[in-house]
């Protein structure tokens, strides 16, 4: 494939830090030198690095090819003191996807570090970096009904809107979780766009947009898959591959 023909690509990261699997058992944070190793590689490829919002706004108007955007969830702090200067550095757009209801507070599945303060978020939105809105309380909205998914993110979106004074437009679902209820609550609370994650979604839907999980831990050649959107199949079917494999080996050690 030609240098910048990709297909669109969307990352989900959370937080950058140096932090041993054993501490994170979600696998939350991406180590700094992997990232900047991972946007090397991103523009090696010939990806043009964009903010989610730009590479929504491209898809929706038939493009996308070759653009990429990196986007952090739930609001860590290090988002703002690890992340953005990384960013500045290497003149790279991002998205933060903020949970509303969780500002100033520990994360709950990594309680030695917290999620911005709203002084601090307005800190993140001045360093250029794309602000978008991820529930109030951080539910599966794929669980919810219309009304209260609608509701949390309608309230996201104000509350974000209140502490940075300019327009939200973009969402990410916790959990990366949508259904097509959740995806038209989503574009009822005003958003233009939002992205789901783990492979799922569907570039022709502007509320179920495809995001590949980035995790502690993430290689370079997860990284090559997710390009091509042939990791969660290879993953899923990952028995099946191990077959395959054994079974070549065979056939080799009988040659
Ligand atoms: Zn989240």
């Not at 108007?61 to 969830?73: M, V």
């Not at 794929?142 to 993110?153: H, K, Q, V």
């Not at 990952?238 to 070549?248: C, D, F, I, Q, V």
Request: proline share 7%; with cysteine; aromatic share 8%.
């Amino acid at each position: 494939m030609a240098r910048g023909s990709f297909p669109p690509l969307a990352l989900a990261y959370h937080g950058v830090a140096e932090v041993p699997l054993v501490q994170d058992p979600d696998a939350l944070f991406v180590a700094p030198a992997d990232l900047r190793r991972q946007i090397a590689r991103l523009r090696e490829w010939g990806y043009r690095l964009v903010s989610f919002g730009d590479l929504a706004g491209e898809v929706s108007g038939g493009g996308g090819s070759g653009s990429a955007a990196l986007t952090f969830d739930d609001g860590l702090v290090d988002n703002l003191e690890t992340l953005a200067p990384i960013l500045a550095e290497l003149g790279v757009p991002a998205t933060v996807f903020v949970v509303s209801g969780w500002l100033g507070r520990p994360h709950p599945a990594a309680t030695w570090t917290r999620i911005m303060t709203a002084e601090e978020l307005r800190a993140l939105r001045a360093a250029g970096i794309e602000i978008g809105a991820h529930s109030v309380t951080h539910p599966d909205l794929s669980a919810l009904p219309y009304e209260r998914a609608r509701e949390e993110l309608a309230s996201a979106k104000r509350q974000l809107e209140a502490v940075l004074e300019e327009p939200v437009e973009v969402a990410a679902y916790p959990f990366g979780r949508a259904t097509e209820e959740t995806a038209r609550a989503c574009r009822d609370a005003g958003f233009r766009a939002a992205c789901v994650a783990t492979g799922r979604g569907d570039w022709a839907d502007p509320y179920l947009l495809p995001r590949q999980d980035m995790e502690n831990g993430s290689t370079l050649l997860g990284l090559r898959l997710k390009r091509a959107g042939r990791y969660e199949p290879l993953m899923r079917f990952a028995p099946a591959r191990a077959a395959r494999r054994l079974a070549r080996r065979a056939t080799a050690a009988l040659r």
